[in-house]
């Protein structure tokens, strides 16, 4: 089955941003693209007309018009619109299930947008099992000039980040960009030192090389299913929301792992991820694992 890039619509400056990312990611991989639009019916007692047939009307009709004005840019692209009675997250979670990747809007920095955040896109986020990628506002076609690399973070193990390399570098082949992969590294606490683990670090050669053979184990398999992707190796030290930000203003895309995990006040996606949504100025797209 071939999945649509799906757009989740409000029309709001940040949904019609990110329904034009979507848009134009759709065109690149010549795939449909799915405009959804949550709603819940609001009985108007002084209006007789506005029933729940009316109200549906009226969302229907709105975004057929959003849907014209899509078309109207990209001619080739096929546009379907759905406008689902329902919660915003189950909403969004039933529209990404069958998406390639479900791209939303995102509303800003600080604290109080992380809040805002929480309340729908981190809970679709932390729940879906299809990437996600959240568009500011101000995104603009330009950013995707050529020079712009699509930039991911690699944790762990090879297996740990298959999934967020493959939609990287997919992305990437796309769209005829360079991957800058990123890795960073922190020293180990005194008490981790042991005779054992001081043998590995000399075997590998010290600290920082040792993680640079790690990420390009990583990237092996990738690089070798995507031969024409280039690729720039980053090995740092540092936290990796800290090293990561630290290349945003070079990226066209950001690309982080999800590390989603529940909690008494709800769900939360890791702090990397968390960090990166809402202080990179470019889109972020956020890949649960395989």
Do not use: N
Request: hydrophobic fraction near 45%; charged fraction near 20%.
């Amino acid at each position: 089955m071939t999945r649509p890039i799906t757009a989740g619509f409000d029309g709001s400056e940040e949904s019609v941003a990110a329904l034009d990312w979507a848009a134009r990611e759709a065109v690149r991989r010549d795939l449909a693209l799915r405009v959804v639009q949550a709603w819940r019916f609001e009985p108007y007692e002084a209006v007789d007309s506005a029933d729940r047939d009316t109200q549906a009307g009226w969302v229907r009709e709105a975004l057929a018009e959003t849907a014209a004005v899509v078309t109207g840019r990209y001619p080739g692209l096929t546009v379907t619109t759905d406008a689902l009675e329902g919660g915003s997250v189950e909403t969004l979670l039933d529209a990404a299930a069958d998406a390639e990747t479900l791209v939303l809007g995102s509303r800003g920095h600080g604290p109080v947008v992380g809040f805002l955040l929480g309340s729908v896109g981190q809970q679709v986020i932390a729940e879906t099992t299809r990437p996600v990628v959240l568009v500011r506002a101000a995104d603009q076609p330009s950013a995707e000039a050529a020079g712009r690399e699509v930039v991911v973070g690699q944790q762990g193990d090879p297996e740990d980040s298959e999934a967020v390399l493959r939609f990287a570098f997919e992305t990437a082949a796309a769209r005829g960009a360079t991957v800058r992969a990123v890795r960073a590294w922190t020293l180990p606490p005194v008490f981790a030192y042991s005779p054992g683990s001081l043998k590995l670090l000399d075997e590998a050669g010290g600290l920082e090389p040792r993680e640079q053979k790690a990420l390009a184990a990583a990237l092996e398999p990738v690089r070798r299913s995507f031969p024409d992707v280039p690729v720039v190796e980053h090995v740092e030290m540092g936290s990796a929301g800290q090293v990561l930000l630290s290349v945003a203003p070079r990226a066209q895309l950001m690309v982080v792992g999800r590390r989603a995990r529940r909690t008494a006040v709800g769900a939360r996606i890791g702090s990397v991820a968390y960090g990166v949504l809402h202080h990179a100025d470019c889109p972020v797209a956020v890949v649960p694992p395989a």
